[in-house]
T-cell receptor, first 112, second 113 residues
Framework: SQTIHQWPATLVQPVGSPLSLECTVE??????LYWYRQAAGRGLQLLFY??????ISSEVPQNLSASRPQDRQFILSSKKLLLSDSGFYLC???????????FGQGTRLTVV | EDKVVQSPLSLVVHEGDTVTLNCSYE??????LLWYKQEKKAPTFLFML????IEKKSGRLSSILDKKELFSILNITATQTGDSAIYLC?????????????FGKGTLLTVNP
């Protein structure tokens, strides 16, 4: 069966520090991978999505970047965090032939 | 730009009430519409709708899609306190062989005893 791992669960970082959130998927090949941010416990904003290794599409211009160094690994990064980067970040995957997205447990990021 | 709008943004009801949540969308190359329930952390999948007029049902929850008017509704009958959650609507669109999910802001449902 497929599983998705996302870590860390909680992170507190000072303004100006770098960020790296990791997400890995098991049990499937060539998944679509997504990073979402959810602010104030509400709707999900799509940040990045990837249909293959090294292929990243950015939906919102911002302080963040994403990379997909391996087929089932998706990394969200920042060189210098801003206060406005605080939020709940969710990684998700879907298969091209199916369209449900399955989510990781999320990372609560607080920038102080 | 793909757009998904949910209404209402929040709703407070009493146990036993019936609620209807709305989701309208504007996307290019619509593929399907998904409903999720989010209680604490990760959203959990409820329904996937691809065809107009066919109701999907799971217990007290049901959903239907209207592809002509570009909206979907999620009904919950005989609500329980355990139904309290954020309900998210997402639309899958495609461009070539790529698929993308666009979420609405969600409806926060609170069911009081």
């Amino acid at each position: 069966s497929q599983t998705i791992h996302q870590w860390p669960a909680t992170l507190v970082q000072p303004v100006g520090s770098p960020l790296s959130l990791e997400c890995t998927v098991e049990g499937t090949s060539n998944p679509n991978l997504y990073w979402y941010r959810q602010a104030a416990g509400r709707g999900l904003q799509l940040l990045f999505y990837s249909v293959g290794i090294g292929q990243i599409s950015s939906e919102v211009p911002q302080n963040l970047s994403a990379s997909r160094p391996q087929d089932r690994q998706f990394i969200l990064s920042s060189k210098k965090l801003l206060l406005s980067d605080s939020g709940f970040y969710l990684c998700a995957w879907s298969v091209l032939t199916h369209t449900e997205a399955f989510f990781g447990q999320g990372t609560r990021l607080t920038v102080v | 730009e793909d757009k998904v709008v949910q209404s209402p943004l929040s709703l407070v009801v009493h146990e036993g009430d019936t609620v209807t949540l709305n989701c309208s969308y504007e996307v290019t190359n619509f593929r399907s519409l998904l409903w999720y329930k989010q209680e604490k952390k990760a959203p959990t999948f409820l329904f996937m709708l691809t065809s107009s007029g066919i109701e999907k049902k799971s217990g007290r929850l049901s959903s239907i899609l209207d592809k002509k008017e570009l909206f979907s509704i999620l009904n919950i009958t005989a609500t329980q306190t355990g139904d309290s959650a954020i309900y998210l609507c997402a639309v899958v669109s495609s461009g070539g062989s790529n698929y993308k999910l666009t979420f609405g802001k969600g409806t926060l449902l609170t069911v009081n005893p």
